[in-house]
């Protein structure tokens, strides 16, 4: 199969609009060719195109801001001597300067599946930007490696922030060229967009949604696996509890908590009693380990690790929103008083909890604090989003 950045480079028919036109990219270090060269490199050597300007998203064109609301500068690139514009520092939407540096703006930045993670946002502030100024935005696509399935509530009206670009669940289903199509729809935006799509990309072939000939790179310093990559929907909402989601560890988000307060295996016999159903798909396992940086640097803490991979993996089957809801609720029913909720400001939200800024709503906040709330209630409020989702986004899918 091909990514959208190889079919590009590959084609010259495919190219041949950017000829004569100042061209800039929006890359991470996962940017690379299917020989690992990075995109901004192999597109700089490629006949006929013009790069005047790069941009990076949140961690930086490099990647290498290890953790969230640490801010990027402008840079010029050494080699190529082109701006590098920072959309994760003064500002996290592209400026009428940073518009002017080019006339097509390709999108190249491998995604997560999961509406949070911030390169979601990125797009569409750089589709709204473009919107009625004749500029033009080409996402060179790339696998969703948490493939199809859709988990999670719809983003609430009034919700909307860095990490709640717009109504939809927790965990899409989409690959960020279809998800920008939604875009266009659901915003009405003015803009030259289109797509270059993958080559036989299978969501529902081995490795559900990741090639297995490709290999992974981090598109973010935490994002370090494959495995991290299906958990993510989940163990992300532990960025807003005091539990660790395994930061300053070599496993990051792969952990359902981590805490040296918190029995685990207890923890897990509650979640096995409570909601059986929603420990399929995986297997956990019950683990240590001692933050260097983060949430409880320097001890010792008892966690249980995710392992939605290999023989364990049921892909159809996994559900990670629900199973990190079911964790929390364990937590509160095992340890009633236990300070669950962070409270902090989150990706530059400062008037609400990070919980429900990252769930874009208190709902799954209140239905872990209810003593009488049951799976069937979360079911209930999750559900219909769900599948209303699955039926809009139908329309959209390109594979």
Not at 139 to 160: F, I, K, Q, S
Not at 200 to 226: C, K
């Amino acid at each position: 199969m091909k990514f959208g950045i190889d079919r590009l480079l590959a084609d010259p028919a495919l190219r041949a609009p950017l000829e004569g036109r100042r061209v800039a990219l929006v890359a991470h270090p996962a940017s690379v060719t299917e020989g690992l060269v990075h995109s901004l490199d192999a597109l700089a050597a490629c006949p006929g195109i013009t790069m005047t300007a790069a941009f990076g998203p949140q961690h930086g064109l490099r990647g290498d801001k290890q953790d969230n609301m640490v801010e990027t500068e402008d840079f010029i690139d050494p080699a190529l001597g082109v701006p590098v514009f920072s959309l994760y520092g003064e500002v996290r939407r592209p400026t009428a300067r940073m518009m002017d540096s080019a006339d097509v703006f390709l999108f190249d930045l491998q995604d997560l599946g999961c509406r949070i993670y911030t390169f979601v946002t990125t797009l569409l502030y750089l589709l709204e930007a473009a919107s009625g100024t004749g500029k033009a935005v080409w996402v060179l696509d790339r696998p969703n490696p948490a493939g199809r399935p859709v988990e999670g509530t719809t983003l609430l009206p009034g919700w909307e922030s860095f990490v709640g670009a717009g109504p939809m669940p927790m965990r899409h289903g989409l690959t960020l060229g279809e998800i920008a199509r939604w875009f266009v729809d659901h915003f009405k935006l003015d803009v030259d967009y289109r797509v270059v799509a993958m080559e036989g990309w299978e969501p529902e072939g081995p490795g559900f949604g990741w090639p297995q000939d490709r290999i992974w790179i981090n598109p973010s310093p935490n994002a370090a696996s494959l495995n991290m990559a299906r958990a993510y929907a989940g163990t992300v909402m532990i960025e807003g509890a005091t539990l660790s989601e395994g930061r300053g560890s070599t496993r990051p988000l792969e952990v359902l908590f981590g805490a040296p307060d918190v029995d685990a295996k207890a923890v897990l016999a509650e979640m096995r009693a409570f909601a059986p159903e929603w420990l399929v798909g995986c297997k956990l396992r019950e683990c240590w380990f001692e933050p260097t940086f983060h949430k409880h640097a320097g001890k010792l803490c008892n966690a249980l690790m995710i392992h939605a991979e290999g023989a364990f993996y049921d892909h159809h089957a996994f559900r990670p929103w629900r199973l990190q809801a079911l964790a929390f609720k364990a937590v509160r029913r095992f340890y009633p008083d236990y300070p669950l909720w962070r409270d902090f400001p989150y990706e530059y939200v400062t008037d609400k909890l990070a919980i429900d800024v990252i769930n874009g709503g208190p709902g799954l906040r209140e239905w872990v604090d209810n003593p009488a709330s049951t799976p069937a209630d979360l079911d209930a409020l999750a559900g219909p989003d769900e599948a209303a989702w699955v039926k809009s986004r139908a329309r959209f899918l390109l594979y």
